[in-house]
């Protein structure tokens, strides 16, 4: 039972329009989410995060909308750039108290975006 | 920073024999430290995670264990792999007290069981 889903495979956009990668999750005790990177032979990135206080954040090139009623997050990317292609990965995490949480985050499949020139 | 050494990148094994990958921290000290797998198709996975040395916590039941000797050393075993043990897995640190941006990962090692 995925609890965090990422349902496009993959993603292709041209260089300079906008990526929207989307992530869906089912366990209303979330959070706290994140967008993680991850290029070939590399582990994973931080990227951005959005708490459930928030419905937006914004860090550059880099949004996060968050939708709690619809338990959907997106990450938008503008203008795009052939240095974004990578693997983006979706992840959730519930917050308690003393902090043994963090870390233990949920994530989704992954979402291959490839940027063309 | 941190960086988080994981060793081998490619592994092929065949079913039945044993595992040990490790993953050694370097530029903290007393992190948390994480085991995660991705299987084909699904997500990062949470297998163990340990808060200090000798200290483990399994997140789901599987064949494989997980031991802390030292305070930045963290390795992934099993005595018998199954084919469902293929995948991608990852270490990975934390070493902050509020938040999960500071959550780095190893670079991850492929397994081939077969």
Redesign the interface.
């Known amino acids: 039972d ?1 609890q ?3 349902n496009s495979p993959s993603l292709s956009v041209q260089e300079g329009r906008i990526s929207i990668l989307n992530c869906d999750y089912t366990n209303s005790m979330f959070d ?1 989410f ?1 967008w ?1 990177k991850k290029y070939p ?6 990227l951005i ?1 959005i708490s459930s206080i928030k419905d937006k954040n914004e860090d550059g090139r880099f949004t996060v909308f968050l939708n709690k009623s619809a338990k959907h997050l997106s990450l938008h990317i503008v203008p795009s750039q052939p240095g974004d292609s990578a693997v983006y ?1 979706c ?1 959730a ?1 519930v917050s308690a108290a003393g ?2 949480s ?9 979402t291959i975006l490839t940027v063309h020139p | 920073s941190q960086t ?1 050494h ?1 060793w081998p ?1 490619t592994l092929v094994q065949p079913v039945g024999s044993p595992l040990s990958l490790e993953c050694t921290v370097e530029g903290t000290s007393n992190p ?1 430290l ?1 085991w ?1 797998r ?1 299987a084909a ?6 297998l163990f ?1 340990s ?1 200090g040395i000798g200290q483990i916590s399994s ?1 789901v039941p599987q064949n494989l264990s997980a031991s802390r000797p030292q305070d930045r050393q963290f390795i992934l075993s099993s005595k018998k792999l199954l084919l469902s043990d293929s995948g991608f897995y ?1 270490c ?1 640190s ?1 070493r ?13 090692t492929q397994l081939s069981v077969l």
């Open positions: 995925q965090v889903k990422q706290y994140l993680y032979a590399e582990g994973p990135t931080f995060s990965f992840a995490s902090g043994t963090y870390g233990k985050l949920t994530f989704g499949q992954g | 988080i994981q990148a948390n994480y995660y991705q198709g699904r997500g990062l996975q949470l995670y808060v997140e990852l990975a934390h902050g007290l509020t938040t999960n941006e500071k959550l780095f990962f190893g670079s991850g």
